[in-house]
């Protein structure tokens, strides 16, 4: 322990290596001598950057004695290059000329990406719009799965919940607009309430991540960034259009949006309808049961999606403060023949009637969000704020079937309506706080985060608890440059949190009359934690790179693996929590390593997770005849695991047109005490790999953007697993893509095509909620969309 105080100390506080640093100041003007704020300057060959304030002002330290090529970039304005010999505190000025020609159209292209990339001691990946609307899947986790280490479980109708190196649930944070977001994400079959036509820019961290995070942020982040803002004295839109083939889907979403120079509104509704999804097989063997598919369809798997966002704000050269609003609703079936205590009894005459009608069982889901995200500009320091309020509502729906002490026949005198199954009603209060200095060659974060979630149950049916819970954290992140090719990062944060669950007692009795079983206990739990992270970057000149970080995470144990009691109809079994668990503890090294030049781009991340108390849900041998109607019991356990893996991206430009690609992941699992010792972990998905080809034609001035692309994808088959799961086999699946920008009326139109599974394949995804039961993915699937803009730039 003391070692590793010294070490972080040494990191945080050690000052630079080299004996003479030295500071580059300077102000960027226009050729009438006004201060130019927003201007980006780059030292050439390195990766150093910074940017004006309101004065026009900027600064480089820790700089050593040499020549110094600076670049100063802003729209409208030609760039600025200055030669700038550095021997002493120098002190500059730099004139920037107004472009004399005023085009249509400006796209500028900077390095913000790559210095964040080069500059960030985790594993950064940054998805744009164009990525997503070229992998348009039926959510916004279907659509980023291709990345490597990126995975989903599916649950056929297109939601699905985003695992990151094969870990899920409460161990993967989603992070929408800065702030957490919270839903009942600890179920399988529970998808993420978001807009993936509302997504900016996502960035995806892999690795662990809590020490500016907090809590659960043990296997990644997912952060959900907004779309940029309007141009000054803009107004106009776009409408974007879609539609599948493997469960007939039809909708699409129309953006409105304004600005003056200051104020700003962007608005968007969304609205999606699909019908039952489609399989290649025509029969389901479902616990030996055999059940056959009408038109090859999942029988109850059709639903709905809405959505309205709403967003506001003042955008001054200081300070900036922006009112975010988001409504999302859906309404979907779940497979007749696969959920609840008896799916043979099952009326496929009404289902078959009708593949878009929603009957039961099914869940109605609704997500609110208000959310304000504000920063000050001070010069040398910058102040940010999340506030966040959020209430999520998921009610699912059943027929009444009683079982163990239960009525046989619903009460007529009961209050809850016949079919609500149960209810989970969460609001959720958010706050975060943070400010970013500079001290000599030291970048520094402080900052806060502070969450209280207040989560109810209803209807007849009980699984997990309601509770309340506080979490509030404070954390510390310094970068440290030594010289333009090496960073040094350090961070420590210390979290506190306390969760109280309150008791349920059955609405019937049980055994004796007037006595009512107690399935949750009144309990509470606090938690302090402290994790730290540290790490190193070098990159050098010649396009080689790494990156090396240590961490340690944490992660409280959730209210159903404390207190779980009940039966849980999507794996017909009965679930009981563990009051006894301690907060998940995870260790992590992560190394990326990489080369980039004119036609070669080479990435290989490896990294080693050990976790001292692993959290996980262990089938035992006993089964509940007296409560949960003969279900095998599964109780919450702990045992420490090994996890190591990695991931390769390898890409090669054949020709100006032509471009490879080849991205690869391998994971490995091993619990190494408890009841499964020598077993791997639930989901963890098998060797893949995929191959790409992208041919990108120049083909005129009205198609342009044009590209045709060819994914490969070998997965390995998966015969480690931990029962009760099944091996699953390997496969191989091909999808094509093709897509080009159609300039209208000097407007351009967005047209992109996939065939997914192009040959039709009959494959099972380890990962996929149905592969129990033998569910194959989804057949040859075309997705079609579009997306049009339209408006103006008005004068000033």
């Not at 900027?58 to 040499?66: A, C, Q």
């Not at 469960?247 to 304004?258: D, E, K, Q, T, V």
């Not at 090994?642 to 991931?647: A, F, Q």
Request: charge should be positive; proline fraction near 4%; aromatic fraction near 12%.
């Amino acid at each position: 322990m003391k070692k590793t105080i010294l070490f972080l100390g040494w990191i945080l506080l050690s000052a630079p290596l080299h004996a003479q640093q030295f500071v580059l100041s300077g102000s960027v003007l226009d050729t009438k001598n006004h201060p130019l704020s927003g201007v980006s300057v780059y030292i050439d060959g390195t990766t150093l950057h910074s940017h004006t304030d309101s004065a026009g002002r900027f600064h480089f330290s820790g700089l050593t004695e040499r020549n110094y090529q600076l670049l100063a970039v802003k729209p409208g304005f030609r760039n600025s290059k200055l030669s700038v010999n550095v021997n002493g505190h120098v002190h500059i000025r730099m004139i920037m000329s107004p472009l004399k020609e005023q085009l249509e159209e400006v796209v500028v292209k900077d390095r913000r990406l790559e210095i964040r990339k080069q500059e960030e001691s985790l594993n950064v990946e940054t998805i744009n719009r164009d990525f997503i609307h070229r992998n348009l899947g039926g959510s916004l986790m279907e659509s980023l799965k291709r990345l490597p280490g990126i995975k989903t479980i599916g649950i056929g109708s297109g939601q699905s919940k985003p695992l990151i190196r094969g870990l899920g649930f409460n161990r993967v944070v989603v992070i929408d607009k800065g702030v957490k977001h919270e839903g009942q994400q600890w179920g399988a079959d529970h998808g993420l309430e978001l807009d993936q036509f509302a997504a900016g820019e996502v960035e995806l961290i892999k690795g662990a991540a809590s020490f500016i995070y907090g809590s659960d942020a043990i296997a990644g982040v997912i952060d959900v960034k907004s779309t940029s803002v309007p141009a000054a004295h803009s107004l106009g839109g776009s409408v974007d259009l879609t539609g599948k083939s493997k469960n007939n889907l039809y909708g699409g979403s129309i953006n409105l949006y304004g600005r003056n120079e200051r104020w700003f509104f962007d608005s968007r509704f969304t609205g999606l309808n699909y019908g039952d999804y489609k399989v290649p097989a025509s029969t389901l063997y479902i616990y030996d049961y055999a059940v056959k598919l009408h038109n090859n369809q999942l029988r109850n798997t059709a639903g709905k999606e809405n959505g309205i966002h709403f967003s506001s704000g003042y955008l001054g050269n200081r300070f900036r403060s922006v009112f975010y609003m988001s409504n999302t609703y859906s309404k979907s079936g779940f497979f007749a023949n696969a959920r609840g205590l008896e799916p043979r009894r099952v009326d496929e005459t009404l289902h078959d009637k009708s593949d878009r009608d929603i009957q039961l069982p099914g869940q109605k889901v609704r997500h609110l969000k208000l959310i304000n995200k504000s920063s000050l500009n001070l010069g040398s320091s910058k102040l940010e704020a999340e506030l966040g309020y959020q209430h999520n509502s998921r009610e699912e729906y059943s027929h009444y079937i009683g079982h163990g002490y239960m009525p046989p026949a619903y009460p007529d005198t009961m209050q809850i309506p016949q079919h609500l199954e149960r209810r989970y009603d969460k609001h959720v209060y958010s706050l975060n706080l943070r400010t970013q200095f500079q001290a000599g060659a030291h970048t520094i974060t402080v900052g806060g985060n502070g969450e209280y979630q207040d989560n109810e149950i209803g209807g007849w049916g009980f699984l997990a608890p309601s509770f309340n819970q506080i979490m509030t954290g404070v954390f510390v992140y310094d970068k440290l440059r030594l010289n333009e090719k090496l960073l040094l990062h350090g961070a420590l944060r210390y979290d506190h949190g306390s969760l109280h669950i309150f008791p349920y007692a059955d609405w019937f009795p049980s055994g004796s009359p007037g006595e009512k079983l107690v399935r949750a206990e009144d309990m509470k739990r606090s938690i302090n934690s402290l994790v730290w992270s540290g790490g190193l970057n070098y990159n050098a000149e010649s396009g080689f790179n790494m990156k090396v970080n240590v961490g340690r995470s944490f992660r409280m144990a959730i209210a159903k693996e404390l207190a779980a009691n009940g039966v849980n109809y999507d794996y017909f079994s009965y679930e009981k929590g563990n009051a006894g668990l301690s907060p998940e503890k995870s260790y992590q090294v992560d190394l990326s390593t990489g080369w980039t030049n004119d036609k070669w781009t080479v990435q290989l991340s490896p990294f080693f997770n050990y976790f001292p108390n692993y959290i996980y849900l262990n089938p035992t041998s006993e089964f509940d005849h007296a409560n949960g109607a003969g279900n095998q019991i599964f109780r919450y356990a702990q045992s420490r695991v090994r996890r190591y893996g990695g991931e390769v991206q390898l890409k090669y430009k054949v020709s100006r047109t032509l471009a490879a690609e080849m991205l690869g992941e391998y994971l490995h699992s091993k619990q190494l005490s408890g009841d499964k010792k020598g077993y791997t972990l639930p989901f963890s998905p098998p060797p893949s790999i995929l191959f790409n080809l992208t041919y990108s034609p120049d083909i005129n001035d009205c198609l342009r953007d044009t590209y045709f692309s060819i994914d490969y994808r070998l997965t390995a088959e998966q015969n480690n697993i931990v029962p009760p799961e099944r091996k699953t086999p390997g496969y191989k699946v091909m999808n094509v893509q093709a897509g080009t920008r159609i300039h209208l009326y000097h407007r351009p139109v967005i047209v992109s095509l996939q065939v997914q599974n192009l040959f039709n394949t009959r494959y099972l995804v380890h990962t996929s909620f149905y592969r129990l039961i033998g569910l194959p993915e989804a057949g040859r699937n075309f997705v079609l969309s579009v997306r049009a803009p339209f408006g103006k730039k008005t004068q000033n």
